[in-house]
Nanobody
Framework: QVQLVESGGGLVQAGGSLRLSCAAS????????MGWFRQAPGKEREFVAA???????TYADSVKGRFTISRDNAKNTVYLQMNSLKPEDTAVYLC??????????????????WGQGTQVTVSS
């Protein structure tokens, strides 16, 4: 079992950047496909980005070219670098781990472990 703790959220102006971190304990992040989801008030949780065990990455169309997911095995941490932020990026961002090693876009039902989330607010 892996425990996930997110950090790095906050308030930023449109056009700004943030880097979210997901620190894992209990198991290595390289044992899983790791992903980020987000959930805005009144909306369903949606896929943002994923990185497979082999390091291949997948992004939602809405963030492609602006967000980058990466993994530091030595620190057992996954990151989400978010650039050119828009007000519509405002949401709680949640880290996710998938045991099956899926490659590509993740669905909520694929996720085995969730972090508690970190709030990102982008002002216009």
């Amino acid at each position: 079992q892996v425990q996930l703790v997110e950090s790095g959220g906050g308030l930023v102006q449109a056009g700004g950047s943030l880097r979210l971190s997901c620190a894992a304990s209990g198991r290595a992040v390289s044992d899983y496909t790791m992903g980020w989801f987000r959930q805005a008030p009144g909306k369903e949780r949606e896929f943002v980005a994923a990185i497979s065990r082999s390091g291949s990455t997948t992004y939602a169309d809405s963030v492609k070219g602006r967000f980058t997911i990466s993994r530091d095995n030595a620190k057992n941490t996954v990151y989400l670098q978010m650039n050119s932020l828009k007000p519509e990026d405002t949401a709680v961002y949640l880290c996710a781990a998938v045991r099956s090693g899926l490659v590509g876009r993740l669905n909520i039902r694929d996720v085995d472990y969730w972090g508690q989330g970190t709030q990102v607010t982008v002002s216009s």
